[in-house]
């Protein structure tokens, strides 16, 4: 029987693929015009809530020429802002009319040319492994989050002395033991709800809560008994003993909002990966719904309900690019605004006279950018490595050409470093010279922790009679330090030692790391102007995911932490820190390698980035002119 396929059938089965393709597409502009409804519905709510606190706010407001009272349980003799041992660098000043947050913005929008607008796109290495406060844990979600949450207080960056955010002032006790902040009137988070004193004390609980997987945070807020609500206007701190960043820790903790994050339960919220909202310049479009994926930008909008002046740019855009050659090319291509280029490529670039001519660039070192170095796991498995015997820790920094590593792999853009302390700061002691590059030195010393060669192959063995091999752990994404390890492993070879490169994925270092599963791992830790050693190097911090990850222990540093911490006299704690100094310097529970040199080149069309004495003033002191803006609203 023959069975034909006619141009009737033909028609009928075109028609039908017709009528199916017109559906599915009737059903997707269904679904984006559902998607439209109910943003504008989210928009219009939003603005229906926002005009009825606006109406409560102006039914609040005292009236003109009358002044807002507030609550002070505090002593008459305590001054606002001063307390008895703090210097200015390190306490909040006392001044009558405290200087103005946004004094730096309003001098830029005097300037000519000023104008908000355009996007700021800048890049990460790798992609954060979680946007979320508290559980995340490395220095590019923090930057994130900076631009979204604030603080009570910040340090002016031309002083250094602190300046009020969230609050509008503060009083501490003579024996500083309370510190009182006067919430600001009218802050809203960027979801238009108000923000109050019940949020300080709920970030604070948050913090504490056992549950949530923030030990870092908890090790130092420990020092605090109880973060308090006094009245709406008022909160109170209040430290169980003296600890010599208590302002710091009071008026630093980035606030979060409790009708956001109390939804969530602590298991919830330990696993989220971007559950970000706060009172900042910026926000995340979808507070709720960040997930890290390889090559998808981080994008923050304009906070169009921000209390203060308003940011100069429509979005902050951060773009995956893990290869150090490829962030160059979209730098040169125009694609990103900045760029902070490896020495080699600093150099390269400053001959390049197209380039310079359309653009700016930076060279400094910065008391917060911190230090590179080696860190040798002391314990593995619940076993001593060859690492626990101070001999060999010694050994490895005099086998480690540090100048050498500088020279050569950072064309001279950096210094040597000998200890967690920035140099040429107060906390530093300057006359602790670096351990030498002495090679027959250290071969002597770990011959007398039992390390050498055994049978004249020319590689050093073991107690046990293997050879002496260290597997070292790096970020894989950086060029640079690839070449410098590259040069460790020759230099160590010519001394007897296998030295194994592992470039590892940084979310796969960050579970090393978090497991204590590497025998050493190279790294940065970022700075500031004084630094509290506690987290990485007191031996409480060893257990769990403590950030003393190479199990180091030493009874007499500790007791030096815990004094240090305790001293409000600034005299007598930088001498016990010159202790502490002294005691990491001998013990070298890391080789203290690299303070490299910030290389930073931006777009010309960026205007007003200026140096201050923490580093390169604020993003939200720059402006593009409209004349020059890249990018419009739409994109």
Request: hydrophobic share 35%; with cysteine; glycine share 6%.
């Given at each position: ?66 002044v ?10 305590s ?6 041992g ?6 909040p ?12 913005v ?51 960056p ?13 009083r501490?006790?003579?024996d ?31 913090i ?47 606030i ?28 995340l479009a979808?507070?709720?719904s ?18 203060g ?6 979005k ?35 001959k ?7 653009t ?91 390390y ?42 010519k ?28 790294l ?11 987290q ?5 911090q ?30 007598k704690r ?27 080149f ?11 004495r ?17 990018w419009?609203?739409?994109?």
């Open positions: 029987m023959e069975n034909r396929f006619g141009l009737r059938d033909l028609v009928v089965c075109f028609l039908l693929l017709c009528l199916i393709t017109l559906v599915v597409l009737a059903m997707f502009q269904f679904d984006r015009q559902w998607q439209r409804i109910n943003a504008v519905d989210n928009v219009l709510g939003e603005h229906t809530r926002d005009l009825a606190r606006i109406r409560s706010l102006l039914e609040q407001a005292p009236a003109p020429g009358s807002p009272t507030r609550a002070n349980s505090l002593p008459s003799d001054a606002p802002g001063s307390a008895g703090y210097s200015p660098t390190t306490a000043s006392a001044a009558a009319t405290p200087r103005d947050p946004f004094d730096r309003r001098a830029a929008q005097k300037m000519p040319g000023y104008a908000l607008g355009d996007h700021y796109v800048t890049n990460f290495s790798v992609v954060p492994d979680r946007l979320t406060p508290l559980v995340s844990v490395d220095g590019y979600s923090s930057d994130v989050q900076s631009y979204v949450q604030e603080s009570l207080a910040d340090r002016d031309d002083t250094l002395a602190w300046r009020p955010v969230l609050s509008t002032g503060w501490i006790s003579p500083g033991l309370r510190i009182e902040f006067d919430v600001r009137y009218g802050v809203t988070f960027s979801d238009g709800e108000p923000f109050s004193a019940d949020d300080v004390v709920y970030t604070f609980n948050l504490m809560n056992p549950q949530i997987e923030a030990p870092r945070l908890r090790a130092y807020y420990q020092k605090i008994q109880a973060v308090e609500k006094l009245d709406d206007d008022t909160v109170v701190f209040i430290f169980k003993e003296p600890y010599f960043k208590a302002f710091e820790f009071a008026g630093g903790m980035p979060m909002p409790k009708h956001f994050y109390e939804k969530y339960t602590p298991t919830e919220f330990n696993q989220s990966t971007g559950l970000l909202m706060g009172t900042g310049p910026y926000r979808d507070p709720t960040w997930r890290p994926e390889p090559g998808k930008p981080i994008e923050l909008v304009r906070n169009d309900r921000y209390w002046q308003p940011p100069p740019f429509d902050v855009v951060w773009r995956i690019i893990e290869n150090d050659a490829a962030r160059l090319t979209t730098f040169t291509n125009g694609e990103t605004d900045d760029f902070t280029a490896t020495p080699e490529q600093y150099l390269t670039l400053q390049d006279q197209q380039l310079l001519s359309r700016t660039h930076f060279e400094y070192f910065s008391p917060v950018y911190g230090y590179i170095y080696i860190g040798w796991n002391q314990r593995r498995n619940g076993q001593p490595t060859p690492f626990a015997d101070v001999r060999v820790r010694r050994a490895m920094t005099m086998l480690t050409d540090r100048q050498r590593v500088i020279d050569e792999a950072y064309y001279g853009y950096g210094r040597v470093v000998t200890g967690p302390f920035t140099p040429g700061t107060p906390q530093a002691d300057d006359t602790i010279k670096p351990w030498p590059f002495d090679p027959d030195a250290a071969k002597t010393l770990l011959k007398e922790a039992g050498f060669d055994r049978n004249g192959d020319g590689v050093i063995d073991g107690p046990d009679g293997k050879p002496f091999e260290i597997e070292l752990s790096y970020p894989s994404t950086s060029e640079t330090y690839n070449r410098v390890v590259l040069f460790l492993k020759d230099t160590y070879a001394a007897g030692i296998v030295l194994k490169p592992n470039p590892l994925e940084w979310s796969v270092l960050l579970q090393r790391i978090e497991q204590r599963q590497f025998t050493a791992i190279s940065r830790w970022g700075g500031v102007i004084e630094t509290d050693p506690y990485i190097f007191h031996s409480s060893i257990a769990g995911t403590g950030d003393n990850v190479i199990s180091y222990a030493n009874p007499q540093l500790d007791a030096l932490i815990d004094q240090a911490r305790a001293t409000v006299d600034d005299a930088m001498a016990i820190w010159h202790q502490v100094h002294r005691i990491l310097h001998d013990d070298q529970p890391y080789t203290f390698m690299i303070g490299p040199k910030s290389l930073i931006f777009d010309k069309r960026i205007h007003n980035i200026q140096m201050t923490n580093g390169l003033n604020s993003i939200t002191d720059w402006f593009v002119p409209a004349n020059e803006r890249k419009t609203p739409a994109d």
